[in-house]
């Protein structure tokens, strides 16, 4: 017996109190709380997800819409380069006809797919198809009445194409006047085209109508918000204005050097200053 009650008492002396980083390291092994397929984070989650894939769709969409509107505006503005003294009425009334078919099918896609939502986050999937339509149509007035085709107007014509009782697509200032700036680079290969057909004086119409737009432009891009598209395209647009600068002073100051080329029908036109001399 009393070697039985002497082992028991050395069994209770061994065991030793838990300490409390035995506690601590015991508690770190529990199991991870699962979060509840119900709860208000996850829903939330769920509904930025399908936020941020409704907004990459609609984007692929509007990609897909600018793409025609650009190749089509660019065949407007190609239409419109043919334009010659001949067939000056023929010419523009098909480009007219090519920027409405442009307008009717091509900008009510991309009207459709912008209208209704803010469409200004997804500027930058769309605004060269915006510029490059701007271009077309100013192009086409400008040919056809030697004036500038305002902003409002354009905005005016969209707006017919879309739902009155959704919000409407509106093209920025922005975007209109990047696009009035690619203009001047059409209208400076008008002008040399002009100088070589010999219509001198509607090349420098064209010269200060291009002077005009440059001037007003540097002025307006460093109180832009956004001027560094702006400041590259001014870049371009002064040497377009040089080059029709040139060809214009060219053709004024030395236009007494021109001589008539042969081929003329006059049988006795003079070459050099010397009359048509028969073999």
């Known amino acids: 017996m009393q070697l039985a009650a ?10 030793k109190p838990l300490r409390l980083h035995q506690c601590d390291v015991m508690s770190s092994f529990k199991k991870p709380r699962m979060i509840s397929t119900n709860s208000v984070m996850r829903d939330e989650f769920a509904k930025h997800a399908d936020y941020l894939n409704e907004f990459n769709d609609k984007r692929e969409k509007v990609i897909k819409a600018s793409r025609d ?13 043919r334009v010659r003294k001949d067939n000056s009425e023929e010419v523009l009334s098909k480009a007219e006809k090519d920027l409405a078919s442009v307008t009717s099918q091509y900008m009510s896609k991309l009207v459709e797919e912008l209208q209704g939502t803010d469409f200004w986050k997804l500027r930058h999937a769309y605004t060269f198809a915006v510029q490059e339509y701007v271009e077309a ?62 219509e001198v004086e509607y090349a420098k119409r064209i010269c200060r109508f291009v002077q005009n737009i440059y001037r007003e432009l540097t002025l307006l891009a ?24 040139n060809a214009c002073f060219n053709v004024h100051v030395r236009g007494s050097e021109f001589i008539p080329l042969l081929g003329e029908n006059d049988d006795q ?7 048509y001399l028969d073999s």
Not at 69 to 81: A, D, E, G, P, W
Not at 168 to 191: C, F, K, N, V
């Open 69 to 81: 509107v650009t190749i089509n505006s660019k065949k407007v503005i190609f239409q419109v380069h």
């Open 137 to 198: 149509a100013t192009f086409c007035r400008f040919c056809r009445e030697g004036t500038i085709l305002d902003l409002k107007e354009i905005n005016t014509t969209l707006h017919s194409l879309g739902d009155s009782h959704r919000k409407p697509l509106q093209i920025s200032t922005i975007d209109y006047l990047l696009g009035l700036a690619d203009l001047t680079g059409e209208l400076m290969r008008l002008a040399i085209s002009k100088i070589s057909e010999r």
């Open 269 to 275: 036109f003079p070459y050099m200053g010397l009359p």
């Open 222 to 245: 460093p109180i832009m918000d956004d001027s560094s598209e702006m400041k590259k395209k001014l870049e371009v647009m002064l040497q377009s204005v040089t080059k029709i600068e």
């Open 6 to 15: 002497s082992s028991i008492a050395r069994c209770f002396r061994a065991a």
